[in-house]
C-alpha cells in the first residue's frame, strides 16, 4: 500500500509539474515567424468595403459605430455556420416564391433579405411574441394588413398572401420616412417608436439614433446577409447545385366549403396530412371551417417533384453554388 500511495504522490507532482510549465510558457510566448499553428483550421476575419448599397440606398460605413455594427453582424453570419447555411439552402426554394411579389409590389427586392433574418425562411416559425410565419408578423398586424388569423386559419403562415401584407406595411413605412433603412428598421421596433425617437433624439437620419440593441442590429444584419448571399464562396460557404433544397412544383386547388377531415382529404389527393400541412401551414386545425364559404386556395404538391433523385438542382442564384 506504501508504494501504491508513493507512486499516486510521485504521478501527483508530475501532472502539477507539468501545469506550472504549461504556465509558465502561456505567460511568456515568443512567436517565431517561421512557427506553424497546430490547428489545421483558421479563423479568417471578414473583409468589405466603406459603402454598401441595399434597396437603391447607399450607406456609408466608414465611420466607426457604422463600421463595427456591420462588422458584427457579417461575422456573426459567417461564423454561425448551420444556421447560414440553412438560409442559403431554403432561399433557393423560397426566393423565387418571394422576390416577384416584392417586385410586383413595388417594394425593394433587397427586402427578402429581411423576410429571411426575421424567419431564417423557416414556414412554421414562431417567436417567443407568437409573431409568425415568414414575415414574423404579430396577430394585430396581420389582420390589420388584411389577414385572416384566428385558431382554424392564419395567413401569416401562407407565403404569397403574408408577403403581400409585408409589402403593405413597407409602402406605408415608406411614405412616411422617405428612406428604406428607415421602414427595415420600423419593421423591428414599430413606426411610433422610430417616429418618436428621430423627434426626441433630434436624429435626421435613423443611423444616427440611439435605439434598443436589437433594433440597432437589425438594418445591418439585413445588409449582412446580402453581402454573404451574394457571393457565399468569398466568405467560405462552399455549395452545390444538389446541396441547396430544391424548388417544389404544386397544383393549386381552389376551396370554397368546409373540409371536415383534413387527413382524409389529404389522402383523396395521394398525399400525406402532413404534406398538406407542410405545403399549407395556414391550415391549423385537423378541419378546415367555413361556414361564410370564403375562397381559399391549398398547394398540393406533384408527388413526382417531391424527391430529391441525386441530380443537380434548379438553382435560383448562380452566385451560390460553386460547381
Request: hydrophobic share 35%.
Amino acid at each position: 500500500m506504501k508504494i501504491y500511495r508513493y507512486l499516486l504522490s510521485a504521478l501527483f507532482s508530475l501532472v502539477c509539474f507539468s501545469a506550472l510549465l504549461i504556465t509558465l510558457g502561456a505567460s511568456n510566448p515568443q512567436k517565431n515567424k517561421d512557427e506553424k499553428p497546430l490547428v489545421t483550421t483558421f479563423t479568417i476575419v471578414p473583409d468589405f468595403q466603406p459603402k454598401f448599397n441595399i434597396a437603391g440606398e447607399s450607406v456609408d460605413l466608414r465611420r466607426f459605430d457604422m463600421y463595427e455594427r456591420f462588422d458584427r453582424e457579417l461575422t456573426s453570419f459567417c461564423y454561425t455556420h448551420n444556421l447560414t447555411l440553412l438560409i442559403i439552402k431554403r432561399a433557393n426554394r423560397y426566393f423565387p416564391i418571394i422576390e416577384p411579389i416584392l417586385e410586383d409590389e413595388g417594394v425593394p427586392t433587397d427586402f427578402i433579405y429581411l423576410a429571411a433574418i426575421e424567419s431564417s425562411l423557416n414556414p412554421r416559425a414562431v417567436s417567443p411574441a407568437n409573431a409568425s410565419g415568414f414575415w414574423q408578423m404579430l396577430s394585430s398586424t396581420g389582420k390589420e394588413y388584411g389577414l385572416e388569423v384566428n385558431a382554424n386559419v392564419d395567413e401569416r403562415f401562407n407565403i404569397e398572401k403574408s408577403t403581400r401584407a409585408a409589402c403593405k406595411y413597407l409602402k406605408k413605412a415608406y411614405q412616411k420616412y422617405g428612406s428604406w433603412m428607415a421602414v427595415a428598421a420600423s419593421y423591428n421596433a414599430g413606426q411610433s417608436r422610430i417616429s418618436t425617437e428621430l423627434v426626441k433624439q433630434q436624429a435626421d437620419d435613423v443611423f444616427d439614433l440611439w435605439l434598443t440593441e436589437e433594433t440597432l442590429r437589425y438594418p445591418f444584419r439585413m445588409m449582412a446577409l446580402k453581402e454573404i448571399m451574394s457571393n457565399p464562396y468569398k466568405y467560405g460557404f462552399v455549395l452545390k447545385s444538389n446541396q441547396l433544397y430544391k424548388p417544389i412544383k404544386t397544383k393549386s386547388v381552389t376551396i370554397n366549403e368546409e373540409i371536415e377531415d383534413l387527413a382524409a382529404y389529404a389522402k383523396s389527393q395521394n398525399i400525406t396530412y402532413s404534406q398538406l400541412k407542410e405545403f399549407n401551414s395556414w391550415l391549423r386545425d385537423r378541419y378546415l371551417q367555413n361556414k361564410t364559404n370564403r375562397t381559399y386556395i391549398l398547394q398540393i404538391p406533384i408527388e413526382k417533384e417531391m424527391y430529391y433523385d441525386g441530380k443537380s438542382v434548379e438553382v435560383y442564384d448562380k452566385n451560390w453554388v460553386v460547381e
